[in-house]
């Protein structure tokens, strides 16, 4: 079946760059989304890629795909405090349903 | 606007119950989910609603019946929870459900006594 894989955890100390990987099985056609969790709250939409695009940016994030070997990155530029959250990778599944990846907690130090 | 709304915000319930979750959207999207969630892990989709018809039920138990009233409006009807299905109910929409983005809701966060 399909796959979504993170690494668990990341740590950076405020004002680096931050990358959030994310790895998936399947290769059909889709839009593969990232979508940020603060605690007690829902998610919220950051950003999404086309499955034939190679990169995407929009503010401080950039989303890179490598189709080649299905890995997708999030890379937060100047991490902020604020930035401090759980970070889900999600691929688009059949019928729309979102295939979620176990996410990333990015924790953000001085 | 891409707002979807939950209330209540919170929910404690007893075993013997009966309550409702309710989310609404005024984005004019057609399709609309309920996803649970538990501590630490990811959402897990348990119904879908495309034009007010329940196309998914991902083998949920009886105990959760979901209702959609009208195109903006989604319930989550609970009845004789156990405690292990205590957790965060989110719900989400799209345009429709071979759309792409699904906007979530803040989410109800359920627990059961």
């Known amino acids: 079946g399909e796959d979504v894989e993170q690494s668990l955890f990341l740590s950076v100390r405020e004002g680096d760059s931050s990358v959030i990987n994310c790895t998936y099985t399947?290769?059909?056609?889709?839009?593969l989304y990232w979508y940020k969790q603060e605690p007690g709250a829902g998610l919220q939409l950051l950003t999404y890629?086309?499955?034939?695009?190679d990169m995407k940016q929009d503010q401080r994030l950039t989303v890179l795909l490598n189709k080649k070997d299905k890995h997708l990155s999030l890379r937060i530029a100047d991490t902020q405090t604020g930035d401090s959250a759980i970070y889900f990778c999600a691929k688009g599944g059949g019928y729309n349903k979102l295939i979620f990846g176990a996410g990333t907690r990015l924790a953000v130090h001085p | 606007d891409t707002e979807v709304t939950q209330t209540p915000k919170h929910l404690v319930m007893g075993m013997t119950n009966k309550k409702s979750l309710k989310c609404e959207q005024h984005m004019g999207h057609r399709a609309m989910y309920w996803y649970k969630q538990k501590a630490k892990k990811p959402p897990e989709l348990m119904f879908v609603?495309?034009?007010?018809?329940?196309?998914i039920n991902e083998s949920v138990p009886s105990r959760f019946s979901p209702e959609c009233p009208n195109s903006s409006l989604l319930n989550l009807h609970l009845h004789a929870l156990q405690p292990e299905d205590s957790a965060l109910y989110l719900c989400a929409s799209s345009q429709d459900q071979g759309a792409n983005e699904q906007y979530f809701g803040p989410g109800t966060r359920l627990t059961v006594t």
């Open positions: 399947d290769s059909s056609s889709t839009y």
């Open positions: 890629i086309f499955s034939n695009m």
């Open positions: 609603y495309s034009y007010e018809k329940l196309s």
